[in-house]
T-cell receptor, first 114, second 110 residues
């Protein structure tokens, strides 16, 4: 799994609570991404990072924030979880060799918001 | 919005048969990539084809790209039960991000 660890693997939380998901990599890759996967929608990009403290929004960023204080860690925070954020969240990394390098994915975090 | 759209949504074949899935996209691209996802796991990169390439092979995989039609196909030859998975195309349009389609679910029966 290309040295990517997502934690927790499963989480159940209540509406309105903050939630933080963690992605940790051991590859020293520059780019890190958070996607969510939902039936009928495929994978949609939430946020991504192109370096320490450098992040940008993706297609579905509302209600999410991210932080990257170290190369190896990329945190995704749901500021106030809603039921529509029930999903499987995937972290991915990519090295800095250019746009023709592939993504490597973690095994996901299944989040349920009740 | 989705850039790539796979077709069919689901495909069921017997072991030994070939499986073909298609991807259409909307804007110009730098490259197109195919990924596989086994149930409960993350996506795994299979093959990348650049916009100036028309065909690429990797083992039992053959990918074609037609930029004039904005479409790509993935052919898996001599399918095995272990090929059962969802397959996604993803496009890179020159930026740091990939845009994924909704996927094709492939079931290969013994």
């Amino acid at each position: 799994d290309a040295g990517i660890t997502q934690s927790p693997r499963h989480k159940v939380t209540e509406t309105g609570t903050p939630v933080t998901l963690r992605c940790h990599q051991t590859e020293n890759h520059r780019y890190m991404y958070w996607y969510r996967q939902d039936p009928g929608h495929g994978l949609r990009l939430i946020h991504y990072s192109y370096g320490v403290k450098d992040t940008d929004k993706g297609e579905v960023s509302d209600g999410y924030s991210v932080s990257r204080s170290k190369t190896e860690d990329f945190l995704l925070t749901l500021e106030s979880a809603t039921s529509s954020q029930t999903s499987v969240y995937f972290c991915a990394i990519r090295d800095q060799t250019g746009v023709n390098s592939p993504l490597h994915f973690g095994n996901g975090t299944r989040l349920t918001v009740t | 919005s989705q850039q790539g759209e796979e077709d069919p949504q689901a495909l069921s074949i017997q072991e030994g048969e070939n499986a073909t899935m298609n991807c259409s996209y909307k804007t110009s691209i730098n490259n197109l990539q195919w990924y596989r996802q086994n149930s409960g796991r993350g996506l795994v990169h299979l093959i990348l084809i650049r916009s100036n390439e028309r065909e690429k092979h990797s083992g039992r995989l053959r990918v074609t790209l037609d930029t004039s039609k904005k479409s790509s196909s993935l052919l898996i030859t001599a399918s095995r039960a272990a090929d059962t998975a969802s397959y996604f195309c993803a496009t890179n349009s020159g930026y740091s991000t990939l845009t994924f389609g909704k996927g094709t679910m492939l079931l290969v029966s013994p």
